[in-house]
């Protein structure tokens, strides 16, 4: 059974960084890995996304430039590094992982068969 736990969530200035983790156990060798977040009142939207047995890396607009996600693949430890983060960034950051190839941004959450539970991030 895949299971995926955060944990990085806080309360964070703006201009200021964050790492959040994402520790996988069970996960196959490869697959794609994700972050999402949910504000409050909004719906569940991808920041970014990567394929473990690849180097590219994927993120929504709003966060390039701003945002790292990485994979320690000894490890099986997702990462997203927030950096310049903004009050616009507060949201529940989940980590989402599916056992398939993904050459791009996966945005549809119901494309996503494993979640955690998430972690809280405040920019204020």
């Known amino acids: 059974q895949v299971q995926l736990v955060e944990s990085g969530g806080g309360l964070v200035q703006p201009g200021g960084s964050l790492r959040l983790s994402c520790a996988a156990s069970a996960f196959p060798t490869s697959g794609c890995m994700g972050w999402f977040r949910q504000a409050p009142g909004k719906e569940r939207e991808v920041v970014a996304n990567?394929?473990?047995?690849?180097?590219?890396?994927y993120y929504t607009d709003s966060v390039k430039g701003r945002f790292t996600i990485s994979h320690d693949n000894e490890k099986d430890v997702l990462y997203l590094q927030m950096n310049t983060v903004k009050p616009e960034d507060t949201g529940i950051y989940y980590c989402?992982?599916?056992?398939?190839?993904?050459?791009?941004?996966?945005?549809?959450?119901?494309?996503?068969?494993?979640w955690g539970q998430g972690t809280q991030v405040t920019v204020s």
């Open positions: 989402a992982a599916e056992v398939s190839f993904c050459g791009g941004l996966w945005p549809n959450p119901g494309m996503w068969t494993y």
């Open positions: 990567l394929f473990t047995g690849g180097r590219a890396t």
